[in-house]
């Protein structure tokens, strides 16, 4: 095997990739060298001394090249002095290693019984006992007995805040540093180090607010010891305790895998999830997760959810039964017939959304049904999406990753973390955006356009491939339109497009030939500042194919969708528009009046939620929903990887499952459906969606080993605590691009440009902006996002607006009351405000109207 080298561990000879660590060549050979400090994601550190371990190389005879033999015929070993650390020493032809003599478990013992010295003897208390590194490999080659006394130990703090999230115990920690090289090497946030020297070195973390991570959870996953815990689950449990079930992240487009664990809780009285844990998923989002979906889970068990269905009695909404629910429901739907309308969250599972549309288009023989939040280009991700196959992690030199109109790590944080890791083995990062974000660190070029332009550098970029006839050879048998395109993209400048975004033509031909000379490119895309998405997409989809970017792995159009099944609602329902006003109006899992967002006048009006929103106050019934934790079903991430999540927690109160109401409704309407489990709608939409076809549970149940080992009794101190993957890997349904034969289009659009004179009204995501969701989480409570209209100084001075005013913004025909925020690093012209408070990029339609804002009722007044 090409670039391998053999060599003997205990006697046993393994082949294995050149370079390898000898504990990881260990570890692939099912041979165990324990460690602490060493972790298969972080760069080795040689740290604890716990993976000591003989090492030789056969000795060679110069002349004949051939091994020295002693006189029983045995390879000559000429070993090293001293015993070498595993987890830094790399394996080279004819190295011999020796993991279990006495001089090695000496060694193991020496350095257990002197961790020990200093490490309190809490186990029964412990958050880590029943899934301790430390207490395992005590118990497997520590010393029977301690020969230090017990009244010298050290020691120090038990409780000590890194932050809002995590707690450190000082007394635990044995210094390995895991924490501390995650933070510096996979995040990107070095926020902690060691201080002091000696018996009193400590963790410390030197941000301000402290312990300033998105990723902080993941620390503790790592942890060796007990050391580092979470404020919600800190004795809260033991593992034994709980069980775990295997979910996905419903919080933004990545799809990380998780576990759910959920016990009977003391706390709440009934079924609860007490942690979230990774779930080992390589291809997705290997063992990490992000801070927001560890801990934005309360929502699922908060004491304000919908428990039983509301009726409008005498103008109040008062509890009624299901029967009497549905029946009013049915009777409304029956008499709006073909003119009911429909609008469904992109939160809802696949197989809700799939019986969702047969209810409008089979039952009631209704069209007017749109998803919520409107997303366009979906049918430009069905055609030039990342090929299947696609993993950050195999990407490396020669691949190129672009990121436009979007922050990638308040938008798809565990993306960020895996763009980031590509870029340290060699990957190529472009980052273009309106303003600053911290994936530019890594990025060249940087392409900082004015917002509402994007369409015109991507224009740019497009003419300098026809002018340099930088047109991939493997890709022209299969465009077609690549002379009207090159006949529009043609009639603007270069000179003239720098001038209008901002982005100079070096720049332009910069990025231009970056793709044109990558082997693979992955374009991330956002909706940030997007004036013109439609031509945003098509212009994204026509730089990757004119380049031969499409159509397989590593290669494509990524989209920074909300959330975690927005796909899935493309898919399944797609964003048509509805009538001004209908006579029935079907909300289902969405806000229209709270996000900001218009929706038809209805004469009846049903929301279906998991709680009381804006939307559902005005509602004739309000119908209770599960959470996603409350059932099973599947979910499609952004690069349209179909997963199963599980059933992990009872249904609170009287709630059903968006799919069981439908299935009541339609059989209610003369119907015969007859589903009985969710497992039975993906059945059918298996046998019926080509997108979709062969999808069933068992399908999406199929997993198999991955590197490293994580999770197991184990591997626990190798790997961490994240969990191993038994709900499934899920599977990903091809581009049109995949195709065999399958021809390449392209697309023109002249984008709508805003005039240089326009101030623009940008909605910006963060991880943390205030919402139905997170508001139910009081761990972050500190860390959410406030709503505000962020401007420039300069800007404001020009609108008349004051710092911490409240103003009414007049925007895409609506008013979108804000508090004023003043900002230096916001674009001038712009003003920036909260993608839950509008949905688009508009342009500022008059003044501000300042407001006073009633705190006892939270209305608003002139």
Excluded at 441 to 455: F, N, S
Aim: hydrophobic fraction near 40%.
């Amino acid at each position: 095997m090409a670039g391998t080298v053999r060599i003997l561990i205990d006697d046993r000879p393994i082949e294995v990739p050149a370079g390898t660590l000898v504990v990881d060549a260990a570890k692939q050979a099912g041979i165990d060298i324990p460690v602490f400090c060493y972790h298969p994601k972080l760069e080795p550190a040689g740290m604890c001394r716990m993976c000591l371990v003989e090492v030789g190389t056969i000795q060679v005879d110069p002349n004949t090249r051939q091994p020295l033999r002693d006189e029983e015929g045995r390879p000559v070993v000429r070993w090293m002095p001293r015993l070498q650390t595993a987890c830094t020493t790399r394996v080279v032809e004819g190295m011999v290693v020796r993991t279990n003599t006495l001089q090695v478990r000496e060694a193991q013992r020496a350095v257990l019984e002197f961790l020990l010295t200093s490490h309190p003897l809490d186990c029964p208390i412990c958050d880590k006992g029943g899934e301790c590194p430390l207490q395992n490999l005590t118990m497997r080659y520590g010393p029977a007995e301690s020969r230090f006394d017990y009244w010298d130990k050290m020691h120090q703090e038990k409780r000590v805040p890194l932050g809002d999230l995590i707690i450190l115990d000082r007394e635990r920690c044995i210094l390995c540093g895991r924490c501390i090289r995650f933070q510096e090497e996979i995040a990107d946030d070095p926020v902690l180090g060691f201080s002091d020297r000696g018996r009193g070195m400590e963790i410390i973390t030197f941000s301000d607010p402290p312990f300033a991570s998105y990723f902080s959870g993941n620390t503790t996953d790592i942890c060796p010891v007990g050391a580092l815990t979470t404020t919600d689950f800190r004795f809260r449990a033991r593992p034994w305790e709980m069980t775990p079930i295997p979910s996905v992240c419903p919080h933004c487009p990545v799809g990380c895998n998780i576990t759910l664990d959920v016990r009977i809780s003391a706390r709440k009285g009934g079924w609860d999830i007490l942690r979230v844990m990774p779930r080992q998923h390589e291809e997705v989002n290997e063992i990490w997760i992000c801070d927001k979906g560890r801990f934005v889970h309360h929502f699922a068990t908060a004491e304000d959810r919908l428990r039983q269905p509301l009726a409008r009695r005498n103008g109040e909404l008062v509890p009624v039964s299901w029967e009497e629910a549905l029946t009013r429901v049915a009777e409304a739907m029956r008499q709006a017939g073909s003119r009911a309308a429909g609008i469904v969250g992109d939160r809802l599972p696949n197989e809700d959304l799939y019986l969702f549309r047969r209810l409008f288009a089979e039952v009631l023989g209704s069209s007017w049904i749109t998803m919520d939040p409107p997303i366009t280009g979906a049918e430009w991700v069905a055609r030039y999406g990342v090929g299947v196959g696609t993993d950050f992690g195999r990407m490396g030199p020669g691949s190129l990753i672009v990121v436009m109109a979007g922050d990638l790590e308040e938008e798809a944080p565990v993306w960020f973390l895996r763009v980031r890791g590509a870029v340290r083995r060699g990957a190529r990062l472009i980052v273009a955006g309106g303003r600053p974000q911290k994936a530019e660190r890594y990025a060249d070029p940087i392409l900082r356009y004015r917002y509402g332009t994007e369409a015109l550098v991507l224009i740019g970029a497009l003419r300098v491939l026809f002018e340099e006839d930088r047109i991939a050879p493997e890709a022209r048998p299969r465009l077609d339109g690549v002379e009207a395109l090159r006949k529009a993209v043609m009639g603007y400048s270069l000179d003239e497009i720098g001038r209008r975004s901002g982005v100079p033509r070096e720049a332009l031909q910069a990025f231009a030939r970056a793709v044109a000379e990558a082997r693979d490119v992955v374009f991330l895309f956002g909706r940030e500042g997007v004036f013109d998405e439609e031509a945003l997409v098509g212009l994204a989809a026509d730089l990757l194919a004119l380049t031969g970017h499409v159509g397989r792995a590593q290669n494509g159009l990524l989209p920074l969708w909300p959330h975690g099944n927005t796909q899935g609602a493309l898919d399944f329902i797609g964003v048509q528009p509805l009538p001004e006003e209908v006579p029935f109006l079907y909300v289902v899992g969405a806000d229209p009046l709270g996000d900001g967002r218009p929706m038809p006048r209805a004469g009846f009006l049903v929301v279906q939620d998991l709680f009381l929103t804006e939307t559902a106050r005005l509602a004739d019934v309000v119908l209770p929903a599960q959470s996603w934790a409350e059932r099973d079903g599947t979910f499609t991430s952004a690069e349209r990887r179909v997963q199963r999540f599980y059933k992990a927690i009872p249904a609170q109160g009287e709630a059903r499952a968006d799919w069981e109401i439908f299935t009541a409704l339609a059989r209610r309407l003369g119907a015969g459906w007859l589903y009985l489990t969710p497992e039975a709608v993906m059945d059918e939409i298996a046998r019926a969606l080509p997108r979709y076809a062969g999808m069933d549970y068992e399908a999406l149940a199929w997993t198999r080993p991955q590197w490293p080992p994580v999770g197991t009794s184990r591997d626990l101190y190798f790997g961490g605590t994240a969990r191993p993957n038994t709900g499934g890997l899920g599977r990903v349904w091809p581009t049109e691009a995949e195709l065999p034969q399958a021809r390449w289009p392209l697309a023109w659009k002249a984008p709508t440009i805003p005039s240089e004179e326009a101030v623009l009204v940008v909605p910006v995501r963060r991880l943390y902006d205030e919402g139905t969701l997170i508001g139910r989480t009081p761990h972050l409570r500190n860390r959410m996002v406030p709503p505000a209209a962020r401007a420039h100084p300069e800007t404001a001075a020009r609108l008349g607006l004051r710092d911490g005013q409240s103003v009414l913004l007049p925007v895409n025909g609506g008013g979108i009351p804000l508090r004023v925020e003043l900002d230096a690093a916001v674009p001038a012209g712009v003003i920036l405000a909260p993608a839950s408070r509008i949905g688009r990029t508009g342009i500022l339609e008059g003044l501000p109207v300042a407001l006073r804002v009633e705190v006892g009722d939270g209305a608003v007044s002139a």
